[in-house]
């Protein structure tokens, strides 16, 4: 289903397009892009960022594999999921969608996975974040990904997330404000918010918590990102994360995060699937990573963000 990413620099498509075809349902490997109308987003709110500069190309959308994406999004927004308020935890989460930072996997890594977090009783809120611009037209954009055919098993981690991801990192911090600003009506407790993120969602993740300033989240989920070692703050929030072996992008490259946290004294928690590519998200698979939600859950349950606070 899902893309890749850019990590400083955009991975090859030969990468992209793998990682599509094994986390794709079996059922729909031949899909093609197929353009959109933009869909209705009633609940929708716009952050408070602006449009990217230098942006020319509008948004616009497709469909893949059975899932929704958007790409050349230049104004970012926050998309609640609440629960019923009578399930309702005070936990919250920002949902970081993948896609290389060219486009995002807005239905099997957002809207899908807020609907399933709302289910448990905690709030969620799908970031649309900002992304790097491709071409208007859908036959230039795939072509673009095909050029990038490089044959290379995973791409780069940035060297300077604050400064690559400075974008998507405002868009990220503004989010956690917004939920702040508005806990009373969301009912939702200001300090029992996280992130989750998926692929590039997941470095977005990781950036936010150790670049975010403000944004602070209480707790972390990195879904088949990146796991480079990083610094890890004294006061790092729990890390939950997630990662197929087979994943052609970061199944072979170590588990430096997980040894960070480890080092640092801090809570990590890392399930590591032997199958289930890269992407696989709330796809219906006969992998066992499909039970990386559940886990999950569980594990938000163990540190408590599925009761009530008090």
Not at 178 to 197: C, F, Q, T, Y
Not at 260 to 279: D, I, N, T
């Amino acid at each position: 289903m899902k893309t890749t990413h850019r990590f400083g620099r955009l991975a090859g498509a030969g990468a992209l397009a793998l990682a599509y075809a094994l986390a794709a349902p079996a059922h729909a490997q031949n899909d093609r892009m197929t353009p959109i109308a933009a869909p209705a987003q009633p609940d929708s709110i716009v952050l408070a960022t602006g449009p990217l500069p230098g942006a020319k190309a509008q948004e616009s959308w497709h469909t893949q594999y059975g899932s929704t994406f958007a790409r050349n999004v230049t104004v970012a927004t926050l998309t609640p999921f609440l629960p019923d308020p009578a399930k309702a935890t005070g936990a919250a989460v920002i949902v970081a969608p993948g896609g290389g930072f060219k486009t995002l996997s807005m239905s099997n890594e957002g809207w899908d996975v807020a609907k399933a977090l709302a289910g448990k009783g905690v709030a969620a809120f799908v970031l649309k974040y900002r992304l790097n611009q491709t071409p208007q037209d859908m036959d230039a954009f795939a072509r673009e990904m095909a050029q990038m055919f490089s044959g290379a098993a995973r791409p780069p981690a940035p060297r300077d997330s604050a400064a690559t991801l400075a974008p998507q990192i405002a868009d990220a911090r503004a989010a956690f404000a917004l939920v702040r600003a508005r806990a009373a009506a969301w009912h939702v407790d200001p300090d029992r918010i996280g992130m989750l993120g998926f692929s590039a969602g997941a470095m977005l993740t990781m950036a936010t918590a150790l670049h975010g300033q403000d944004a602070k989240p209480a707790f972390l989920g990195d879904i088949y990102g990146p796991l480079a070692p990083v610094k890890v703050p004294a006061d790092a929030p729990p890390l939950f994360v997630a990662l197929a072996a087979d994943d052609p992008l970061f199944g072979n490259g170590g588990y430096g995060l997980v040894d960070s946290w480890r080092a640092a004294r801090r809570p990590v928690e890392f399930h590591l699937y032997e199958q289930g590519g890269h992407g696989f998200g709330m796809y219906a698979k006969t992998t066992t990573s499909t039970g990386w939600f559940e886990a999950f859950a569980r594990w938000l349950g163990m540190h408590g963000y599925l009761k009530p606070a008090h």
